[in-house]
């Protein structure tokens, strides 16, 4: 077998190429992109999907062809031509598979390194260390009154610190906000350490600088957001971070991607990105609601409350009512 | 003469003279014959494939609707999380060793394993596991997935978390026995004449497996015996409420489960090696390529686990090094497709069913492939990891890569292993009810997972409706498709023509001895007149002097390892015959000299 060489295989590679290159632009699979990472993971993923869609045709096309071309012919019983070695061929496709692999993989570094995967402070123990140990278990809490509370779960080893974290030009400075993030069955909670207020539900200002603090208080769970093409697992005992900046005012889906029980499908929130003078006023209203909150909060010790009517406050906006959260819980005493 | 009958005179004194006669209480004792363990194998792990069946259709009945309404959301986490372990556990990996147990001794020249009573236990092992496995029902079954991640695994259904971890070591177990075995047989029981490199490649695809198998194997038994310590003795390897670190479970988990894929897939590489250049009528290309590509799948394959924690517990620079190994994969396994196509190219297809889902092995395998460096790419896989993305991919590696893969070898050896001919329209309604139902089921899950669907919910946004309606029809097209097949078989070895001894003129040992072969294989000691795969080369081979001087070494070298007296009259019988059979071929001159390269070395 020779390297094909014909006019023929090349006008079929050029049409190949030409739908690839097509199909790699317009595949339609993504949601939009809300996020500055989101465009950059889409062009990574589009230029994976025009060489994908290339091999792929090529494949089905060999076998195709070859399953009508070659096919048996009645009553031949002989056996097809030996090939002839064929090294170039061999070489060949063993390098063409290793540049194409070598490339997609720098790319790929390159686009995570400018989200921040790489960033070292997203990567170790940096000082936020106390607001995580702070705020694990007790997230909730600690919003609602400033005494000690009995609920932590998990005691908090100093471990080192994951996710995605600054993109190398905001290496150094700290995030323009910062939300801790808690998974718990099967609800999030968000709570905003620098003005104490905590919801159901993520606000985050477009085009600022995000910094998300996720833990977990009892399974693992995992904050998604597609629309930003960001994941990362809300592990027990080990706090992880994503740091991002939304670009499209709106509403998104925070889902839980880990299995984390029977209602893992049910556990969703929502993130509304405002722009910086919406968030402000969202902001101002929910400190008020929460003072007003803070006041029933301490005439009851919350370390004594289940979780059902710990959340109750919180479970309108969560969209679970207080008695699906007690029945969900019976393993959780 | 072709040169599967020039084999077949090599061999008609090695050949076995009767069929061994079997009755189908044999199939339900401790029968040590390795055929029949081989087919012990293949039925006891073809129903459990139904059963896990079930569930799947079950699980996909679920999710016709985007509410929680079909079945109770704490069985649905049971019914995936069982599909799954009986899937991998009890169907594909086990399928894998049916196979290896019936075909290598048959293909090496053997007269059975290295350890018959080994590996009737090894066997044994499979229903008791799987038995357990299921009961699990009676007391509420696993929910925590196949993956089973503390600290969910510790705390929901927790009598059934215990029953899923026991049964998974005693499977466990059970494939590290029969890779000790495969490995053994192999490296030790060839006829003397044949070395390593004049194997069939399904040997050298066990040889990869049996290696991964022993390496990886035990540090999943090691993960699950501290996950049971966690649950049972109240221990905190993993769970965090007592310090422990539910990471270091996910890199004993996957150290042995990604290497798990390539158990499951490798003796299909194997397979898919010898179906295709017998009804390509073709040599396979490249053989020492795809023979050591093997060997380099399963040594990378040991250096990849942390891909599937990119979002969990893994430092940045980590996730660098996994996407590079994870990566690399692609080039070895590129290298066997490139030369599965290129062993069909030019040749005469005979497109039986056996070809027909070998071919399809590729269509589907290479696109599970390609979505495999797709969420190797680290920025990638953090939006879909844990998404129908993943669904999807996993399904087109093991379903397209695995089951494909059986069917295949299910066709290609039914008429070696019942004596009988499989009809062949109704494999072939089979082939494509199964081609397009996996298809219709499957391809759209990738969009799902993209748009933002994670992975085993029994709920899921509206929106999301009509893909997840289409998957499910094809779910139950896949359902209906496997009801030829059954029924095909059942029909088939009772009544089907009879098959004779090698009905699709093949070269390797195993068609070289009478359908289904009789208890010890062979009479005397087989000789290997051509290499595994030596279609068309006849006209050079057998005229040449170098083979003949080939075969005269053949045969002197059996007759001096064995000192079996036979084995040396045989050899001069077969010589003489050979110089006979040869004679009248020997006007066909193409000693040119590109064809001196041509002797199947
Ligand atoms: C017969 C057709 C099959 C159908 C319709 C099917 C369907 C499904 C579905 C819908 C899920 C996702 C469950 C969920 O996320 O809620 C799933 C999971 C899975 N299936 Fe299948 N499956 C089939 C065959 C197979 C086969 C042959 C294997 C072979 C190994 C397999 C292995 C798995 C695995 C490993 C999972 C992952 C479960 C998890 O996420 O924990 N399936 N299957
Ligand atoms: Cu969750
Ligand atoms: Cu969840």
Request: glycine residues 8%; proline residues 6%.
């Amino acid at each position: 077998m020779n390297i094909p060489s014909s006019i023929l295989t090349m006008l079929a590679g050029i049409v190949v190429t030409l739908i690839s290159l097509w199909y790699g632009q317009n595949h339609g699979l993504l949601p939009i992109a809300a996020s500055d990472e989101a465009s950059d993971i889409d062009a990574l993923f589009n230029t994976m999907m025009t060489i994908s869609t290339g091999l792929f045709i090529m494949v089905q096309g060999v076998l195709v062809f070859a399953a009508i071309k070659y096919r048996r012919r009645q009553g031949d019983n002989t056996d097809g031509p030996p090939w002839h070695d064929n090294f170039p061929l061999e070489i060949l496709w063993t390098a063409v598979p290793a540049v194409i692999i070598l490339g997609i993989g720098v790319y790929s570094f390159e686009i995570y390194n400018s989200m921040g995967g790489l960033d070292p402070m997203g990567n170790h123990d940096h000082g936020t260390m106390q607001a995580h140990s702070k705020m694990r278990g007790s997230a909730i809490a600690a919003t609602l009154s400033d005494t000690p509370q009995k609920t932590p779960q998990i005691p908090s080893p100093k471990l080192v610190a994951l996710g995605v974290g600054a993109s190398p030009e905001n290496e150094d400075k700290p995030a323009d906000l910062v939300v801790n993030v808690m998974g718990l069955q099967y609800a999030w909670i968000f709570s905003y350490p620098e003005s104490g207020v905590s919801s159901g539900e993520l606000h985050m200002p477009a085009n600022r600088d995000v910094q998300l603090n996720i833990s977990a208080q009892d399974v693992l769970h995992a904050f998604w957001l597609p629309e930003f093409r960001l994941k990362q697992d809300a592990i027990p005992g080990r706090p992880s971070e994503l740091r991002f900046t939304a670009t499209k005012t709106g509403e998104y889906r925070v889902v839980c991607a880990e299995l984390c029980g029977a209602y893992h499908g049910a556990m969703k929130a929502v993130a509304v990105v405002h722009t910086p003078e919406e968030f402000d006023t969202w902001l101002q209203s929910q400190q008020v609601a929460s003072s007003q909150n803070l006041e029933q909060a301490v005439a009851v010790n919350p370390g004594e409350l289940s979780d059902g009517e710990f959340l109750a406050p919180y479970v309108r906006e969560i969209k679970i009512n207080s008695e699906t959260l007690e029945q969900l819980h019976p393993t959780h005493h | 003469m072709t040169q599967a009958q020039f084999q077949e005179s090599a061999n008609t004194e090695a050949r076995g003279t009767a069929p061994a006669d079997r009755h189908w209480r044999d199939y339900f004792t401790f029968n040590t014959d390795h055929k029949v363990i081989g087919i012990q194998y293949l039925v006891t792990t073809f129903i459990f494939y139904l059963i896990g069946g079930v569930m799947a259709t079950l699980v996909r009945t679920e999710l016709a609707t985007p509410d929680s309404d079909f079945v109770p959301p704490e069985l649905y986490n049971s019914l995936f999380t069982v599909h799954a372990t009986v899937m991998i556990f009890l169907w594909i990996v086990p399928a894998g060793a049916g196979f290896a147990n019936f075909l290598i001794p048959l293909m090496i020249g053997a007269k059975d394993m290295a350890f018959p009573r080994l590996n009737a236990i090894a066997f044994w092992l499979i229903p008791v596991g799987g038995v357990l496995l299921l009961s699990s029902f009676l007391v509420g079954a696993p929910q925590a997935g196949w993956t089973s991640y503390p600290p969910l695994s510790l705390v929901t259904a927790q009598a059934g978390e215990e029953i899923w971890i026991l049964s998974v070591l005693i499977l466990g177990t059970s494939s590290i026995l029969g890779a000790v075995n495969f490995a053994v047989t192999i490296f030790t029981m060839r006829v003397p004449s044949m070395g390593l490199n004049d194997m069939p490649l399904f040997c050298w695809a066990m040889i990869a497996t049996s290696a991964l198998t022993l390496i990886a194997t035990p540090v999943l038994a090691a993960a699950l015996i501290l996950l049971s310590f966690d649950l049972l003795a109240g221990t905190a390897f993993f769970n965090p409420t007592g310090n422990g670190d539910p990471i270091v479970y996910q890199h004993l988990f996957w150290f042995y489960s990604h290497p798990a894929v390539y158990i499951m897939i490798m003796p299909f590489f194997g397979v898919i090696s010898e179906v295709l250049p017998v009804h390509s009528r073709k040599p396979i290309f490249g053989y020492l390529a795809i023979a050591y590509s093997s060997l380099a799948i399963s040594f990378l394959g040991l250096i990849v686990w942390a891909h599937h924690m990119f979002t969990s517990g893994t430092p940045g620079w980590l996730r660098m090094f996994f996407m590079i190994t994870t990566m690399i994969i692609a080039v070895p396994t590129g290298i066997k497709i490139f030369s599965w196509l290129a062993t069909i190219w030019g040749g005469k297809l005979r497109l039986v069913s056996a070809m027909l889902f070998g071919m399809g092995f590729i269509s589907t395998f290479v696109l599970g492939g390609i979505t495999g460096i797709m969420v190797a790419s680290v920025p990638f896989d953090i939006h879909v990891h844990d998404t129908y993305f993943v669904v999807a991919h996993l399904h087109y590696v093991l379903f397209g890569g695995s089951v494909f893969g059986i069917y295949a070898a299910f066709y290609h050896w039914f008429p070696k292993m019942t004596g009988r001919m499989i009809n062949e329209f109704w494999g072939r309604v089979h082939f494509v009810l199964t081609y397009v139902g996996f298809t219709v089921t499957f391809l759209p899950m990738h969009a799902l997972g993209m748009q933002g669907m994670p992975r085993r919910v029994a709920m899921y946004d509206p929106k999301f409706t009509t893909i997840n309606v289409i998957c499910t029809v094809g779910a139950y097209m896949l359902a209906v498709s496997t009801i030829p097949f059954i029924i095909n078989v059942i029909w088939s070895w009772r009544y089907g023509p009879k098959a004779g001894d090698n009905p699709w003129q093949a070269l390797s040992l195993e068609w070289m001895t009478t359908s289904p072969p009789p208890i010890e294989n062979f009479e005397g000691v087989p000789v290997l007149a051509t290499g595994p795969y030596d279609y068309g080369m006849e006209k050079i081979q057998n005229t040449g002097e170098r083979l003949r001087l080939k075969l005269r070494e053949n045969a002197t070298r059996n007759a001096q390892k064995t000192g079996i007296p036979i084995a040396e009259a045989q050899a001069s019988t077969f010589l003489g015959r050979t110089a006979t059979l040869v004679a009248p071929e020997s006007e066909v001159n193409v000693d040119s000299p590109a064809d001196e390269s041509q002797d199947g070395e």
